[in-house]
Nanobody
Framework: QVQFVESGGGLVQPGGSLRLSCAAS????????MAWYRQVPGKQRDLVAI???????NYAHFVQGRFTVSRDDAKTTVWLQMNDLKPEDTAVYYC????????WGQGTQVTVSS
């Protein structure tokens, strides 16, 4: 099963930027549509962005125009560039195969606060 390690989170002021990274293990990485999710304690995990194997992207309405997903299959890595961050973006961010087919990592905490 593909496993993931997320990194790059932190504390940032509103309007700031962060770039999250997700390193995947497993040679089958390039066959999967990859996704970023986020979760606030006590709430369901929400889908934030996806990137297909051919480079297509799709974003949740609440991050459209602010977040950009990218991937490098040779490095088995997917990134999430987050700009113009808002306090409501505060959450733990996870990556996984779309649908959660891989093994969930620990996630990376993003806190947007002044």
């Amino acid at each position: 099963q593909v496993q993931f390690v997320e990194s790059g989170g932190g504390l940032v002021q509103p309007g700031g930027s962060l770039r999250l990274s997700c390193a995947a293990s497993g040679s089958a990485f390039s066959r999967y549509t990859m996704a970023w999710y986020r979760q606030v304690p006590g709430k369901q995990r929400d889908l934030v962005a996806i990137m297909t194997v051919d480079g297509g992207t799709n974003y949740a309405h609440f991050v459209q125009g602010r977040f950009t997903v990218s991937r490098d299959d040779a490095k088995t890595t997917v990134w999430l560039q987050m700009n113009d961050l808002k306090p409501e973006d505060t959450a733990v961010y996870y990556c996984n195969i779309l649908g959660g087919q891989g093994s969930w990592g620990q996630g990376t905490q993003v806190t947007v606060s002044s």
